[in-house]
């Protein structure tokens, strides 16, 4: 599987996205109802803290209704949805699987987003984006997934107006990963490369950007995955009645690895913000 939107499968994450439609069924949403983008966060923020982590964002980078904002790396588009809702900026919202862009999309014409909202299908890395075109990049979860961070950067640098702000919630080797973590990562996680916090800074940099800040969330995120490991464990019956055994086994089989990589204590969790200079 050479095609980075069919390897990234390896990811259990990613199967089965049809359960974001059972769950609104189940919660009496028949599949063409007007929603709003709180109906859908327990189930289309594919990352920690849930909306919380994008509000940090909008306070941080000060994203108000004037703002250019491109996530990067979108999923199913609950970071996209709340930025827009929440601040009243404009989005594009980049996402590399089709079956999540077509989703995530779906969701968004529903909460009637679609005018602050563009949904765009394809590789952060090729796809034909303006140059200095935003004011702010956004990106969770996602830098982890493509191991050349020295174009990945230069890619965000160009999007980039001079001067705008970047803000990254993503993994980084917190300590020397073991033979079985490296496994884990790239089976589970489909990551191959991930940096020192060290490293990242020195990557952002040579990639043009300034006041560059990092901030470990390690102790957050390692506390995050095993309470979500729980719930999801105490929700069994109900989550296997609604979507079957083999969806839930796919899940908790991640859910179980994540948790382990972050208690080992060598993957970590890492919150990067800097200005394109
Ligand atoms: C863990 S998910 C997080 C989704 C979303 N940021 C969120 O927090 O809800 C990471 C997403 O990045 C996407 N992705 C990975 N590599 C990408 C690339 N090169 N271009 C665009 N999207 C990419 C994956 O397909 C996946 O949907």
Known sequence: MSNPADAIKTMKLYSDVERVDRELRALGKTPHAPLTPE???AFDQLHYGGTGAVDEAIRRLGIDASTRVIDVGAGLGGPAR???????????????QRELHTSASRLTLRCGLEQRVEHLHGDFLQALLPVAGFDALVSWLTFLHIPNKALLLERCRSVLKAGGLIYIEDFFQRGPLTAPERESLERDVY????????????????????????????ADWTAFVANRRRRFAADRVRFVHLHGPATFGKLDAFYQAIQALFEGGNLGGIRIMARAG
Request: glycine content about 4%; charged content about 25%; proline content about 2%.
């Open 191 to 218: 990551c191959t490369a991930l940096p020192t916090a060290d490293e990242y800074r020195r990557e952002m940099e040579n990639a043009g950007f300034t006041d560059v800040e990092l901030v470990d969330m390690s």
């Open 39 to 41: 109906d859908l966060a």
């Open 82 to 96: 709340h930025l827009a809702s929440n601040s009243g900026c404009r989005v594009t919202a980049i996402e590399l």
